[in-house]
């Protein structure tokens, strides 16, 4: 099982990877959980991403609880 700070390293290196992609991030809360969604729905339609990498997009911007 990898550890915590191997983790924020793939999370680093997974941002930057991404960085272009402008997605906000999500901290859990339900009243902004829409337009986050609506968000990354648009980002998703524009760019062609495979499920990997929308994965790797959502994964990256969690936050807080929300991770």
Excluded: T
Aim: glycine share 6%.
């Amino acid at each position: 099982m990898p550890s915590l700070s191997r983790f924020n390293e793939e999370l680093a290196l997974i941002a930057l990877e991404l960085a272009n992609l402008d997605i906000p991030k999500f901290h859990g809360q339900n009243d902004e959980f829409m337009g986050w969604f609506s968000k990354v729905e648009q980002v998703f339609a524009y760019h062609n991403l495979g499920d990997q990498e929308k994965f790797k997009v959502v994964i990256s911007s969690l936050r807080g609880c929300a991770l």
